[in-house]
């Protein structure tokens, strides 16, 4: 109800309400100079606030654990949490809230592709850097945003490459949600699987709306498809609520994922948590981390993690680790630069190493994006995932894929002399699309 | 037939026998080895080996194999120690060796067989052919189905050995078609024995055999691929006349579902003309009265977990429409006759309502488990029906007529009709007509708190639930007749039909967006809905 109140005391008087700011700026000044302030962005009502809470109390879990440690250039870190409530405009609303009022010295936030693309103007203007930590469709680098989530390279097209090599599947059911991140994703992956070999007839693309709840037709759908005589799998985009009633009619319908697998790229141990596991058995998902991941610093980071959330069933999942990696970039760049000025902080990142939670390290490279392994996991009955396969190296994110048209001669790099998030390499300006 | 010629063929009978005797000795010997070969390949820890030793251990003809098949199925087959050797995990952890089943000399540390879905293929498959030979007929036809799914030509021995002293009709013929599956396939036979496959499978007549015939290699001789082709266009043909029955059964499935959401609101919306933005908040409710019911049970009495849902019904009911007497009680009674303030406090009402179970249950889906009654589906032709969408459908029709018979023949709901009706003349005959607002409110919140424990079996349990369905109730309602429940019945089958038939077509986006499209223009040229209520009451 945060929301509604915020919005009647706006309505009431924004100057009565200023001149409290004011007054309660004016009285923490002492305060204020001791602390380093950290804007949380992240929604905590409203549709998206079943994926977006806990990624708050992920970085008000980094806060603590820091100043534990002695916080950051001798200062105490604290933690500004707003709540845009799943409302896109009220995104760029409290982002600027955040910089402008509050004056923090980065912000942790968004999840949807929307959101970040109405926080980008806030960022930009008032010269700001927004950690991002969702896999996302990429075609994006700006030089205010740290993208920490995988780019499509380092999440779809490893899994396809998995599903090509170990299941041999030859047909492809690409079924998503309708919206940006799915329609993307899915259009790279035509590509790249045309690009394999794969006809035109073997490729069946479906969308749905959100939190579409029937799915006894596409399910069916999918049974005929898969009955060609062709191994067939389906590469699912399908976000949030929606993910439920689709796995309950794949159960229901009697396909198991050793007739027809389903590799899904937004389900993640925290959607598992709330569904009957046993029909999913074998499903698969691609992500960089998995809460089985077996390395010590893991189990470490898991303990820790349900020690501060006071339940030893909390799961951690991949999001959760991208807000970890990228608040550890962040603390080392800002030792690194001595300073919390974002311009040098900005320049700082690039080239900071950390370590991910799967036992290796991951670096922030010059287009804003990190390096990251991707692992793949089956669903096991208890809703964690078995890890079927690990690439042996790192992955770099194609944050322009080289799979589509208008951005395959598009590369980012941030560093100097470049500094251009889309510089295009044939016509060797910066800016924008190929002729 | 000479004596000589006699003698020579007894001759040749005792020879193939006497080889017969010293293959089968020599497969004794060799199948020891094999075994453990096997065995020690389960340690490797790699999928590949995993199933090599899975085809090795089906093709053993092992006692021991079946065992260790299943216990590798169930996740109790465990391998550790230096060498690593494999052990079945007993009941109570204890470790057993998998020849002997008894209890192992040492105990190591352990870990169990990792297995992927590629495994899970193979499991079924030795699995298959191992117990093809089982004394159970049951057991047998199951084998035989799943050797046919799999269609491991490595089976085909196994099968043939087992087709040949089958007695069973029925497992006999499941064997059959399990032959003529992998024979498909198959490279190497002769074109009369391919088309005599091709027209087995095709007489199944069913999408999986569809699936069958797609598989005849291309190297196959024409008339093998012309008999595929003419059974593949029968099946089709044929399938897709049951694919319309199967639509038309979606789509009833739809309707009942937008039925029990909007059936609630056709009392609240349709006879109290209150506009309960609300509404899908107390179907959400419902839902979270099933989980609770349900975590209850799991926790003090699991043996009645089949019957939670019937727990539930009840508990639901009298909740959610607490609930809703407590709204109307508190600010719908000082709304009345203003539409558009009753919109905003009840959307606000929904705001707070979600928040709240937000605060209480965590912004994450909550799992409500389905009863074994409400699992699993069945087949009639070529329609396949899930139980507990079938059950869905049952459930709302009775709700239906419940409230129907709840308005037409109690006293209750006489006097809401009388009310709805003409309030002041009710009023003066001596009904509280408060008392009714609060109970036909209560009535309509209690019913979409029921709806709420049917929903929580096909979605989400979280505080979005309700917001997906409030629009598809309005429209439900609006487009049935707003004050006649017989038309949010029809409306709610019309719609969830019409949307089934045209989601093949247009894509589950676009036939949204045409079945609203052709709701606006209905409306426009019946603005009543299809079943208009008529009288003086409506111009009121």
């Known amino acids: 109800m945060l929301n509604m109140f915020t919005h009647a005391r706006r309505m009431a008087g924004r100057a009565l309400v200023g001149a409290a700011a004011l007054a309660l700026a004016g009285g923490g000044v002492a305060s204020a100079q001791e602390t380093i302030k950290v804007g949380v962005l992240h929604s905590l009502s409203g549709t998206m606030a079943i994926s977006e809470t806990t990624l708050k109390d992920t970085v008000l879990f980094m806060v603590q654990e820091q100043n534990a440690a002695g916080g950051v250039l001798g200062k105490k870190l604290e933690a500004v949490v707003v709540d845009p409530a799943s409302n896109w405009p009220l995104f760029a609303e409290k982002a600027r809230e955040l910089i402008a009022k509050e004056k923090v010295a980065v912000v942790f936030g968004c999840w949807t592709s929307v959101s970040r693309k109405s926080v980008l103007p806030v960022f930009k203007e008032l010269n700001s850097i927004l950690f991002y930590p969702v896999q996302y469709e990429g075609e994006e680098s700006e030089r205010n945003v740290f993208y920490t989530g995988a780019a499509p390279n380092q999440q779809a097209i490893p899994a396809v490459d998995y599903l090509m090599a170990n299941e041999d599947v030859e047909r492809w059911v690409l079924a ?32 749905t709306p959100f939190g579409h709840s029937d799915w006894q037709t ?27 009633p689709f796995y309950k009619e794949l159960g229901n319908q009697g396909i198991k994922a050793t007739d027809i697998p389903v590799v899904a790229f937004s389900v993640g141990e925290e959607e598992l948590a709330g569904i009957d596991t046993k029909p999913l058995l074998g499903h698969l998902a691609a992500w960089n981390y998995f809460q089985s991941v077996d390395v010590p ?38 030792e690194k630069a001595g300073t919390t000025d974002a311009d040098a902080v900005i320049d700082a990142l690039i080239g900071i190493t950390v370590p991910n939670l799967s036992g290796g390290f991951s670096a922030m490279m010059p287009n804003h994006h990190i390096t990251k392994p991707v692992l793949i996991g089956e669903i096991k009955e208890d809703g964690q995932f078995d890890i079927v396969e690990q690439t042996p190296g790192l992955i770099v994110a194609e944050e322009w894929s080289p799979y589509l048209e208008g951005s395959k001669d598009l590369i980012a790099d941030w560093r100097k002399p470049l500094n251009c998030g889309n510089f295009n390499v044939k016509t060797g300006k910066c800016g924008g699309a190929g002729q | 037939m000479t004596s000589s010629a006699r003698l020579f063929r007894l001759a040749r009978v005792l020879c193939s026998a006497l080889a017969l005797l010293l293959a089968a000795a020599l497969v004794q010997r060799a199948e020891a080895q094999d075994i453990s070969a096997a065995l020690s390949q389960l340690t490797t820890n790699k999928y590949d080996d995993t199933e090599a030793a899975l085809g090795a251990l089906a093709l053993s003809g092992s006692p021991a194999a079946a065992g260790i098949v299943s216990a590798l199925a169930d996740g109790k087959l465990v391998f550790g120690g230096l060498p690593p050797r494999v052990f079945i995990e007993g009941p109570g952890g204890a470790l057993l060796d998998p020849l002997t089943m008894q209890p192992a000399a040492d105990a190591p540390a352990v870990k169990p067989v990792r297995v992927n879905n590629r495994v899970r293929r193979a499991i079924e498959a030795a699995n298959g052919a191992l117990s093809l030979v089982s004394p159970d007929a049951g057991k047998r036809r199951e084998a035989a189905l799943a050797v046919g799914r799999s269609r491991d030509e490595a089976a085909l ?59 005849v290699p291309e190297s196959a001789a024409p008339e093998v691929k012309q008999a595929a082709a003419v059974a593949i266009e029968g099946i089709e043909r044929n399938l897709a006349m049951w694919g319309m029955a199967q639509n038309v059964w979606y789509g009833l499935s739809l309707g009942s579902v937008l039925l029990l959401a909007a059936i609630g609101l056709a009392i609240t919306f349709g006879v109290m003309g209150v506009i309960n933005m609300a509404h899908g908040e107390m179907v959400m409710l419902g839902a979270y009265t099933t989980f609770v019911v349900q975590e209850v049970i799991r926790t003090s009495y699991p043996g009645l977990f089949d019957a939670s849902l019937l727990i539930a019904i009840p508990l639901a009911f009298l909740f959610t429409g607490l609930i809703g007497v407590l709204i109307e009680r508190t600010v719908i009674r000082f709304l009345y006759g203003r539409a558009l303030e009753t919109l905003l406090a009840t959307w606000g009402i929904s705001l707070i309502l979600q928040q709240a179970i937000r605060t209480i249950f965590g912004p994450t889906n909550r799992e409500v488990g389905a009863p074994s009654w409400m699992s699993g589906s069945f087949e009639i032709g070529h329609l396949s029906i899930t139980s507990g969408r079938l059950w869905i459908i049952v459930f709302a029709l009775l709700v239906f007529f419940a409230l129907l018979a709840t308005l037409r023949l109690t006293r209750i709901g006489l006097e809401m009709r009388a009310v709805t009706q003409n309030r002041r003349m009710a009023a003066s005959m001596g009904i509280r007509t408060n008392w009714v607002d609060a109970m036909t409110f209560g009535l309509g919140s209690g019913i979409a708190g029921i709806a709420g424990v049917a929903l929580s079996q096909i979605d989400n349990v979280s505080p979005n639930l309700g917001q997906s369905y409030i629009i598809d109730s309005f429209l439900v309602v609006v487009f049935g007749g707003v004050g006649n429940l017989w038309g949010t019945l029809v409306g709610a ?15 589950a986006v676009l036939g949204k967006i045409a079945l609203l499209v052709i709701v606006i223009l209905f409306i426009q040229k019946r603005p009543r809905g299809l079943f208009a209520l008529k009288g003086r009451s409506i111009e009121t």
């Open chain 1, 218 to 244: 596409i399910v069916a759908d999918i049974k005929k498809f898969g009955s060609a005589g062709k191994k067939t799998a389906v590469v699912s985009t399908i976000n949030g609520d929606a993910n439920v």
């Open chain 1, 176 to 207: 998503g949600t309708d919206y940006v991140y799915p329609r993307t994703t899915n259009k790279i992956l035509e590509a790249y699987l045309k690009s394999k070999g794969v006809k035109e007839e073997d490729i069946m693309i479906n969308y």
């Open chain 2, 157 to 215: 021995p196994a099968l043939e050995m087992a087709l040949a002293k089958e007695s069973d009709p029925k497992v006999k013929s499941a064997m059959n078609l399990a032959r003529a599956s992998i024979l498909i396939a198959k490279e190497g036979i002769t074109p009369a024995e391919r088309i005599a496959a091709v027209e087995l499978v095709g007489a199944e007549g069913n999408q999986d055999a569809l699936a069958i015939l797609r598989s």
């Open chain 1, 297 to 334: 610093e893991n189990a470490d980071f898991i303990k820790k993690w349900q020690a501060y959330t006071k339940n030893d069933k909390r799961v951690t999942n991949d999001p959760m680790e991208a807000t970890v990696i990228g608040f550890n970039m962040w603390v080392k760049a800002v």
């Open chain 2, 493 to 507: 089958m019309t719609l969830g039909v019409a949307n089934k038939l045209l989601e093949p077509y247009a894509g």
